[in-house]
Nanobody, 126 residues
Framework: QVQLVESGGGLVQAGGSLRLSCVSSGRTISGYVMGWFRQAPGQEREFVSMISWKNNNAWYADSVKGRFTISRDNDRNTVYLQMDRVEPEDTGVYYC???????????????????WGQGTQVTVSA
C-alpha cells in the first residue's frame, strides 16, 4: 500500500521560508512524476509544482514561479518543496501526490495522480 506523508508546514511570516517534505512508502518514487498541490479555505485545489522522472524537469504555477523550488531524492523516496519569499496568498493545505503510471508524462491535472498525502498546513501571516 502506497502512503505519502507530508511534513514541514507551519506558521511563517510573509517573506520567510519553509521547506516541505513528502516521503513515499510502499512504492518507489523513481520513475514517477511527483507533484505538489494546495487548497486554500473555500477554494478548489490547485496545482503548485511537479517534477518529472526525466532529467528532473520541473514546472511551476505562475503564482509561485521564481519563489518555490521542487526537488526529489529517489534514494530517500522523498520529494521536497522549498518555499521562499512566501506571501499570505500561499496559505493553505499542501498536498503531495504521486503519478499513476511509471514513466508517465508530467501533467498538472490532479486526475493524473494516483496517490495523495494527507496534507500539511501552511499559514503565512502578513
Amino acid at each position: 500500500q502506497v502512503q505519502l506523508v507530508e511534513s514541514g508546514g507551519g506558521l511563517v511570516q510573509a517573506g520567510g521560508s519553509l521547506r516541505l517534505s513528502c516521503v513515499s512508502s510502499g512504492r518507489t518514487i523513481s520513475g514517477y512524476v511527483m507533484g505538489w498541490f494546495r487548497q486554500a479555505p473555500g477554494q478548489e485545489r490547485e496545482f503548485v509544482s511537479m517534477i518529472s522522472w526525466k532529467n528532473n524537469n520541473a514546472w511551476y504555477a505562475d503564482s509561485v514561479k521564481g519563489r518555490f523550488t521542487i526537488s526529489r531524492d529517489n534514494d530517500r523516496n522523498t520529494v521536497y518543496l522549498q518555499m521562499d519569499r512566501v506571501e499570505p496568498e500561499d496559505t493553505g493545505v499542501y498536498y503531495c501526490a504521486q503519478g499513476q503510471e511509471r514513466w508517465g508524462a508530467a501533467k498538472r491535472y490532479g486526475e493524473s495522480y494516483g496517490y495523495w498525502g494527507q496534507g500539511t498546513q501552511v499559514t503565512v501571516s502578513a
